[in-house]
């Protein structure tokens, strides 16, 4: 069991180091998800609502399992169902607890103007301050797995904290305390894969050959992993990503261009200061204001001769 | 006629009407609006100007207003659009005068060609601020997460950021030339405050205009 403190690795709008004598030893966190393990009963969204006091508003039925529909600002984590055919004409129901990956390289800090509204422990975990948000929606440009929800009450953006508070004392986050099937474990990032290992080893035993774990190094691996019988094709639950990465209009958006563009602005305003001071005003001398003078009198002198 | 007739200034020179009442309140309608916009949006730009929340009241009044009054600016700007374009076409003496930018930014204007009523950097400029404006509309749209964004799928919404940070760029460039241009030629923002320009300023700067509103033509 981690037991990490909530130190502050990395702060969003934020360009100076953040203190960081203390590391964990133990390393990171990171929660497995083992989809072979599954069953689709939804307790870890009960434990979800109980635990963060949310309570989302009752939707429709819309003929699928998949309740509420999608992710909200109310409901951090939900079961994504998908009926997959397989090569022998048999029917897989793939179950997966989709949510926040907590990525290690987090395209919502990246793209969160605001300093401090999202912060990145040293134990992994990437958590929203919604103190400091001020619902401008960057950081649902900057997620590659479109987890952050802005909510309509309070502009503010929300998404599963990996139970940061719970963590925080020692305990695991909400969702693994109540899974029935074990299929939910947390650890060290370290115990999981090892944990995660044992389990692709296990599915694959059972004819699963492509089994596998879901870490992807595009967004610097995550702290929420999967175990996938078809790791090969992880677009079959519910079009999980292959190889997700932040977007590279984001990464110009909020990388060279800031700043470029704040180095531009700044020498225009300077060429005009040393212009000023080099090459000086352009000013209208008593002479030329004179000969403009004299100049309109001869314009309208020959225009009242033409007339 | 544009006269600004029996008009002096403290000289007693008499001077020539270059915008009116009207003319100067909406160009000054829609300064206001960009420096508002230009510190609020860099506020949220880049984290060494998030300090400049607080023009606004602070990020979530930064996140609310900043849109708004963008609506207002572009409005605005669009009516000093219809009022000036007519004088803003580009014609060859304009792309002589942007080629000879070095005898501009040293001061030697009587070896440029006579300029009208607006010269071909202040042209340029006229159609980079359409241009930026457009961009910065359309983009600011999509990316105004309470009302519109949700409509549009995510990588237009991302490309949409980008752009509207690079039109954001282009135009604050633009207007600190702009600004600039006016502390540096002296007279230029009496135009703008006072509305008025003294008739050596009117030949120095701009003689075809000069001459035209002299001999009584509508400029």
Redesign the interface.
């Known amino acids: 069991m981690a037991l990490q403190s909530l130190d502050i690795k990395r702060m969003s709008?934020?360009?100076v180091q953040p203190p960081e004598a203390r590391t964990p030893v133990t390393g990171t966190v990171a929660k497995l998800i083992d989809v072979s393990k599954c069953i689709g009963c939804k307790a870890c969204q009960t434990a979800c609502m109980e635990w963060n006091d949310l309570r989302d508003e009752i939707g429709e039925n819309e003929g699928v399992y998949d309740n509420p529909r999608d992710l909200t600002p109310q409901s951090w984590t939900v079961m994504r169902f998908s009926e997959v055919v397989n090569n022998d004409d048999n029917l897989e129901w793939l179950i997966r607890k989709d949510g926040c990956m907590h990525c290690e390289d987090p395209g919502c800090l990246k793209a969160c103007?605001?300093?401090g509204?999202i912060i990145q422990y040293t134990n992994g975990i990437v958590d929203f301050n919604q103190e400091?948000?001020?619902?401008?929606?960057?950081c649902?440009?900057g997620c590659p797995f479109?987890v952050p929800r802005?909510s309509k009450k309070d502009?503010r953006a929300y998404k599963c904290t990996l139970c940061s508070d719970r963590v925080a004392v020692g305990q695991e986050p909400a969702c693994v305390k109540t899974c029935p099937t074990g299929a939910i474990t947390f650890g060290t990032k370290e115990d999981m894969h090892v944990h995660a290992a044992e389990r692709v080893e296990d599915l694959k035993s059972r004819g699963f050959e492509n089994a596998g774990v879901y870490d992807p190094s595009g967004v610097g691996g995550t702290h929420v992993m999967y175990v996938l019988h078809h790791a090969d094709r992880p677009g079959l639950y519910h079009g999980l990503k292959k190889d997700p990465r932040i977007?590279p209009?984001?990464g110009?958006?909020k990388g060279v261009?800031?700043?470029l563009?704040?180095a531009?602005?700044a020498v225009?305003?300077l060429a005009?200061l040393f212009?000023?001071t080099r090459?000086?005003?352009?000013?209208?001398?008593s002479d030329?204001?004179?000969?403009?003078?004299k100049?309109?009198q001869r314009?309208?002198e020959t225009?009242d001769e033409t007339r | 006629m544009k006269h600004a007739d029996g008009q002096y200034n403290k000289e007693g020179l008499p001077l020539i009407l270059r915008y009116t009442p009207n003319e100067r309140s909406n160009h000054w309608i829609t300064a206001i609006c960009f420096v508002l916009l230009a510190v609020s949006g860099l506020a949220m730009f880049h984290p060494a100007m998030a300090w400049m929340a607080m023009f606004l009241g602070g990020g979530q009044w930064t996140r609310i207003l900043h849109p708004f009054i963008g609506l207002v600016m572009f409005a605005s700007f669009a009516v000093l659009v219809l009022r000036f374009w007519h004088h803003n076409l580009m014609d060859k003496g304009d792309v002589q005068w942007l080629k000879q930018i070095g005898d501009v930014v040293n001061n030697r204007e009587d070896q440029l060609p006579k300029v009208g009523r607006y010269n071909g950097g202040q042209k340029l400029l006229f159609f980079v601020l359409i241009l930026c404006m457009l961009g910065l509309l359309a983009s600011g749209i999509v990316i105004w997460r309470a009302y519109f964004a949700f409509y549009f799928p995510i990588d237009v919404v991302r490309f949409a950021a980008l752009l509207h940070a690079f039109c954001a760029f282009l135009i604050i460039a633009s207007i600190i030339v702009h600004v600039y241009a006016g502390l540096w030629v002296k007279g230029s923002i009496g135009a703008m405050v006072r509305g008025t320009v003294t008739y050596g300023w009117a030949k120095k700067h701009h003689e075809r205009w000069f001459e035209k509103v002299i001999s009584g033509h509508h400029d």
């Not at chain 1, 400091?132 to 960057?138: K, T, W």
């Open positions: 709008a934020t360009t103007p605001s300093p509204a400091n948000c001020i619902g401008c929606g960057y649902v440009a479109d802005i502009n977007s209009l984001v110009l958006w261009a800031k700043p563009a704040l531009g602005l225009t305003a005009g212009h000023y090459i000086g005003p352009n000013e209208v001398s030329e204001e004179a000969a403009a003078l100049e309109a314009i309208r225009q």
